[in-house]
């Protein structure tokens, strides 16, 4: 079975600074697909970013980027220039198949002013 | 246009009800599926819809009916649930099923049962 595991049950960090989710999974697969999720307080949950594991680069979003360590099983989810608008839920989470989306407990995210 | 949207936003019904809650989106895309999300919690998937059939039931009781009218709309029907069932219900899309398809999520459906 495949698990995802977040560490950090809740994170803040101050505006204009830059912040880093950590995430690791558990697999024997080879193939695979991983991703972060946003979800803001009573708002819909959004993607983020994601990384496919077949490639070495690590996948960038403007200010969101991830860094990808496949042998380490770790895909932690770096935040610059931190903006009020972050603040939100943030789920980590592994896709090999359309029944096998697992996602990690969450990381609640604070953006101070 | 990325969007999935459901009715209602909120819902409260008692145990004795039948309601339904609807998913709809118009990417064009052939997988569809329904999550529940407890509070502080994250997403447990529920059903999978590829091209209108079932392809996906994860043990869920039969007091939840999942129900897929065309490739735009996906329902979910309720009938006799218990108030542990209160939670985010959650729809979602993706182009196909697949393990590279990003899957796109609605605001959700809150339901509260008494």
């Known amino acids: 079975a495949q698990t995802v595991t977040q560490s950090q049950p809740e994170m803040s960090v101050q505006e204009a600074e830059t912040v880093t989710l950590s995430c690791t999974y558990d697999?024997?697969?080879?193939?695979?697909?991983l991703f972060w999720y946003k979800q803001p307080p009573s708002r819909q949950m959004i993607l983020v970013i994601r990384?496919?594991?077949?490639?070495?680069q690590n996948a960038t979003e403007n200010r969101f980027s991830v860094n990808f360590q496949k042998a380490a099983k770790s895909f932690s989810l770096k935040i610059s220039d931190s903006q009020l608008g972050d603040t939100a839920m943030y789920f980590c989470?592994?896709?090999?198949?359309?029944?096998?989306?697992?996602f990690g407990a969450g990381t609640r995210l604070t953006v101070k002013p | 246009d990325t969007e999935v949207t459901q009715t209602p936003k909120h819902l409260v019904m008692g145990m004795t009800n039948k309601k339904s809650l609807k998913c709809e989106q118009h990417?064009?895309?052939?997988?569809m599926y329904w999550y529940k999300q407890k509070a502080k919690k994250p997403p447990e998937l529920m059903f999978v819809?590829?091209?209108?059939?079932?392809?996906i039931n994860e043990s869920v009781p039969s007091r939840f009916s999942p129900e897929c009218p065309n490739s735009s709309l996906l329902n979910l029907h309720l009938h006799a649930l218990q108030p542990e069932d209160s939670a985010l219900y959650l729809c979602?899309?993706?182009?196909?099923?697949?393990?590279?398809?990003?899957?796109?999520f609605g605001p959700g459906t809150r339901l509260l049962v008494l």
């Open positions: 979602a899309s993706s182009q196909d099923v697949g393990s590279s398809e990003t899957q796109y």
């Open positions: 990384q496919e594991a077949y490639k070495q």
């Open positions: 819809y590829s091209y209108e059939k079932l392809s």
């Open positions: 990417m064009g895309h052939r997988a």
């Open positions: 697999t024997s697969e080879n193939n695979y697909y």
């Open positions: 989470a592994f896709m090999r198949g359309a029944n096998d989306m697992r």
